[in-house]
């Protein structure tokens, strides 16, 4: 995994910023967290996203580190509507 790796990702998640995610992060022992969120804010090392999926996850916001991408311990899928 090199600097090029990172950067990309970073690059393309900086440019969904504001853009509706559905987010699917492994939790180990084969757990899955689905949850549908905004991109809200970036920075050089994690980015943020704030989850509105459901009425107890109102307002709640969750960092994750590019690397957490590029290892498929997360998984970003931009929403279409």
């Known amino acids: 995994m090199g600097k090029v790796d990172v950067k990309a990702v970073r690059n393309a998640v900086y440019r969904a910023i504001g853009s509706r995610v559905v987010v699917k992060a492994n939790r180990g ?6 949850n549908e969120g905004v991109i809200k ?4 090392h994690v980015f ?3 989850i509105n999926d459901s009425e107890e ?8 580190t590019y690397t957490d991408i590029l290892t498929k311990d ?8």
């Open 29 to 34: 022992r084969h757990r899955f967290d689905v």
């Open 41 to 44: 804010e970036v920075y050089p």
């Open 48 to 50: 943020m996203i704030q």
């Open 57 to 64: 996850d109102a307002g709640k916001t969750v960092s994750y």
């Open 74 to 81: 997360v998984q970003l899928q931009l929403c279409t509507q």
